[in-house]
C-alpha cells in the first residue's frame, strides 16, 4: 500500500489554466505539506496543514489555494497558470507538525506549463 | 536567501569505498538535522538525523556528524554499494519547518 500518494504523476497543461493536485496519506499522520523542487532542484516549503488547519504559509503566491478536507488529504489548487510554476512538487505527512517528526512523501507531480 | 548548501553537485565512488556528502548552513537557530534520500521518480525518503545537541549519530553503514561551530555537516557511507546511487538532500529544520539544500548525486560504481 502506497503510504503518501499523489494523482496526477505528470501533469502538462497551457499557461493560463487552472489545475488541482490531489495527495492523500494512509498513515494515519496529522499534518501534510507542500514542497516545490524548481529547476535548480531547490526544494522548498509551500505550506503545511495540521489536522486540516494552515500552520505553515511560506511566502507563495495567492493563486496557490491548499485545501484539506479532512487530515488524510491535503490539495492543492493553482490559477491562471504561468510559466514559472513549472516544477515537481511533492505532497509530504509527518505524524505531528514537531520538528523532530519524519516526514514521508509522496512520488511528486511533474506539472508542465507550455 | 539559500540556508542551507550544498556545494558539491555530484560525487562518483567507487564500491566498497567511503562516500562523503557535505552540507553547510547558516540559520544558528536550526537544531535537527536530517539527510533524505533519492531516487528517480520517487520521493524523498528519510535516511538519517541528528540533533544539535549531539555530534554524531551512526546508524548501520550512515553516520552523521555536525560541527556546530562551523555550521557544518556531514554524511559518511561506508562501504558504499551500487545500491546507494541516488540523490541526497540534507536538511535543516527549525521553527516546524523544514529546508533542504540542492542535493548531491551520489554516484557508486561497481
Known amino acids: 500500500d502506497t503510504a503518501v500518494s499523489q494523482t496526477p504523476k505528470y501533469l502538462v497543461t497551457q499557461m493560463g489554466n487552472d489545475k488541482s493536485i490531489k495527495c492523500e496519506q494512509n498513515l494515519g499522520h496529522d499534518t501534510m505539506y507542500w514542497y516545490k523542487q524548481d529547476s535548480k532542484k531547490f526544494l522548498k516549503i509551500m505550506f503545511s496543514y495540521n489536522n486540516k488547519e494552515l500552520i505553515i504559509n511560506e511566502t507563495v503566491p495567492n493563486r496557490f489555494s491548499p485545501k484539506s478536507p479532512d487530515k488524510a488529504h491535503l490539495n492543492l489548487h493553482i490559477n491562471s497558470l504561468e510559466l514559472g510554476d513549472s516544477a515537481v512538487y511533492f505532497c509530504?505527512?509527518?505524524?505531528?507538525?514537531?520538528?523532530?517528526?519524519?516526514?514521508?512523501f509522496g512520488p511528486g507531480t511533474r506539472l508542465t506549463v507550455l | 536567501d539559500q540556508q542551507v548548501k550544498q556545494n558539491s553537485p555530484s560525487l562518483s565512488v567507487q564500491e566498497g569505498r567511503i562516500s562523503i556528502l557535505n552540507c553547510d548552513y547558516t540559520?544558528?537557530?536550526?537544531?535537527?538535522f536530517l539527510w533524505y534520500k533519492k531516487y528517480p521518480a520517487e520521493g524523498p525518503t528519510f535516511l538519517i538525523s541528528?540533533?544539535?545537541?549531539?555530534d554524531k549519530n551512526e546508524d548501520g553503514r550512515f553516520t552523521v556528524f555536525l560541527n556546530k561551530s562551523a555550521k557544518h555537516l556531514s554524511l559518511h557511507i561506508v562501504p558504499s554499494q551500487p545500491g546507494d546511487s541516488a540523490v541526497y538532500f540534507c536538511?535543516?529544520?527549525?521553527?516546524?519547518?523544514?529546508?533542504f539544500g540542492t542535493g548531491t548525486r551520489l554516484l557508486v560504481s561497481p
Open positions: 540559520n544558528s537557530m536550526f537544531d535537527y
Open positions: 509530504a505527512s509527518s505524524p505531528t507538525s514537531r520538528s523532530t517528526d519524519t516526514q514521508y
Open positions: 541528528i540533533s544539535s545537541i549531539k
Open positions: 536538511g535543516s529544520r527549525g521553527f516546524q519547518k523544514l529546508v
